[in-house]
């Protein structure tokens, strides 16, 4: 079977740095992905590895580690619009079927 | 930019009545991705279309149908509606091996919200 962890909620302040942490468990394991999706919105695509090693994007950076099957998203210089749910998602072989993580809940307190 | 658009924005179906979605791809993308959201959940794969062709099936149920036609669009049609299909349907698109990407980098629409009464 395929499943995700991620922690449910994480609570920072405004300019601080936050990691989110998904472990994985699947077959065929292609890629891992984040989006971010705000109440009542559609999820956005944040980062993609398909390889070990840190991606960076602006203030997010998303790591992976395959050995380990484990990745994160970093979010640094915390804004209160980054509060929103933070997805890990995985791709299998041939890159279609995607399962998502049951989502982070990140709060950015002033 | 172009954005996937989803029709209807909101639906409102009693039980057993069917219902049909429809997912209007980013130009060039051709790739439709499917994905079923009850409330406080995350996003379940329902199934996914290639150049036209089913790519790979998630947890679509068997009253569920769904196919791209030859301009990319998708229509993701539901039969004998349950209390339960009651959820927001989200349809993606991507850039699909073709174009040599890696196809992992979804675009996805506003949302259809289906209420099964």
């Known amino acids: 079977g395929q499943s995700l962890e991620q922690p449910s909620e994480v609570t920072a302040v405004e300019g601080a740095i936050v990691q989110i942490n998904c472990t994985y468990q699947?077959?065929?394991?292609?890629?891992l992905s984040w989006y971010q999706q705000h109440d009542g919105g559609a999820p956005t695509f944040l980062s993609y590895?398909?390889?070990?090693g840190l991606e960076e994007t602006g203030r997010f950076s998303s790591f992976l580690s395959r050995s380990d099957s484990y990745g994160y998203l970093l979010l640094q210089e915390l804004q209160m619009k980054d509060s929103a749910s933070y997805f890990c998602?995985?791709?299998?072989?041939?890159?279609?079927?995607?399962?998502f993580g049951a989502g982070t809940r990140l709060f950015v307190k002033a | 930019a172009a954005g996937v658009i989803q029709s209807p924005r909101h639906l409102i179906k009693e039980k057993r009545e069917t219902a049909t979605l429809k997912c209007y791809p980013i130009?060039?993308?051709?790739?439709v991705y499917w994905y079923q959201q009850g409330p406080g959940q995350d996003p379940q794969f329902l199934i996914s279309?290639?150049?036209?062709?089913?790519?790979d099936k998630g947890s679509i149920p068997d009253r569920f149908s769904a196919q791209q036609f030859s301009d990319y669009h998708s229509e993701l049609n539901m039969s004998s509606l349950e209390l339960g299909d009651s959820a927001l349907y989200f349809c993606?698109?991507?850039?699909?091996?073709?174009?040599?990407?890696?196809?992992?980098?979804?675009?996805f629409g506003p949302g259809t919200r289906l209420t099964v009464l």
């Open positions: 993606a698109s991507s850039l699909g091996p073709s174009s040599g990407s890696v196809g992992n980098e979804q675009f």
């Open positions: 699947t077959s065929g394991f292609y890629g």
């Open positions: 590895n398909a390889l070990d």
């Open positions: 998602a995985v791709s299998r072989t041939g890159g279609f079927k995607t399962i």
């Open positions: 130009p060039r993308h051709d790739t």
């Open positions: 279309f290639y150049e036209k062709m089913q790519s």
